[in-house]
């Protein structure tokens, strides 16, 4: 298993080029790439070129850094059919600077929309014909997370629909702080996984149900909003036994090909401090549960 940084909290104080330095400082030996308007930014076409991309993967080389995982964010289940062509031509894109980077593995969101579930599922199945065959031969391994807000948020329908894609190369995402949007238990989910869940996001939330509903008000009352944070270890309500415990269950810590990702956004102000919090006691709970 590869522990791995999420940098965004860095991208305003820092270049593109001096995040894997920044990563190496803190402690991690790898980093997973998130949307940057300098590389690949949300929704858009990526911005690197080939120039760009060399410069990156030697600046990660130089600080003796990897990247463990490419992730990009892009409407490939849009149900608007022109916005769902972009993506697909835009994942080609990214699919090739990953291949560049000397890196196999992406993880993404469904990207649709929860009022329009059953068109977005559609667009996400003609998306995948088209982009599977290239992960296949490319041998990238695409891992998909069900993010609030998208037109399937409940973990264990996510599985179904990574299931009924039929490769090998399709695997699931579990982001503790999209917990209490996920139904069931986290042990329920991330053990139906399995081998499929291959990647995960390590922050904490808080539990928008407790109170009966009220712990978060918005106005006017009924607004489909969903709401979570990224929070440290610690500051939040996911049980973190129950979840590090249900990954050594799956043999997660085991694997060469599962990444543990800090994701924590909440505290810019603090990220070095957090980052190495996070850091520390991501490890610590692997050893105690391993």
């Given at each position: ?78 149900p ?59 041998g ?26 039929n ?59 969903r ?16 979840f590090?415990?249900?990954l050594?269950?799956i ?12 994701s ?27």
């Amino acid at each position: 298993m590869k522990i791995a940084l999420d940098p965004t909290p860095f991208h305003h104080d820092f270049g593109l080029l001096d995040l894997p330095r920044v990563v190496a400082d803190l402690g991690f030996d790898h980093l997973q790439l998130t949307p940057h308007r300098d590389f690949i930014p949300f929704f858009n076409h990526p911005r690197a070129d080939d120039d760009l991309v060399a410069k990156f993967r030697k600046a990660c080389a130089d600080a003796g850094v990897g990247i463990a995982s490419v992730l990009p964010v892009l409407r490939w289940s849009g149900p608007d059919e022109d916005a769902r062509e972009a993506a697909v031509r835009n994942w080609k894109r990214v699919v090739q600077i990953t291949v560049d980077l000397g890196v196999n593995v992406i993880n993404t969101e469904f990207s649709g929309r929860p009022e329009r579930a059953e068109e977005s599922e559609r667009a996400f199945f003609r998306s995948m014909e088209e982009l599977v065959p290239i992960f296949e031969r490319e041998g990238i391994d695409v891992r998909i997370d069900p993010h609030p807000d998208d037109f399937v948020e409940d973990g264990m329908e996510a599985l179904r629909i990574i299931r009924g894609v039929n490769s090998p190369n399709i695997g699931m995402v579990f982001v503790a702080c999209h917990a209490f949007h996920m139904g069931g238990s986290m042990a329920d989910i991330i053990a139906a996984a399995g081998e499929k869940l291959r990647l995960v996001h390590v922050a904490d939330t808080m539990d928008h149900h407790r109170s009966h509903g009220l712990r978060y008000i918005t106005n006017p009352p009924g607004n489909p909003v969903r709401v979570h944070q990224h929070l440290k270890i610690g500051d939040g309500d996911i049980d973190w036994d129950e979840f590090f415990s249900a990954l050594a269950g799956i043999g997660f810590y085991d694997r060469d090909d599962t990444v543990m990702v800090s994701s924590v956004f909440a505290e810019d102000e603090a990220a070095q401090d957090v980052s190495r919090y996070q850091l520390a006691t991501m490890t610590d709970y692997v050893t105690k549960y391993r």
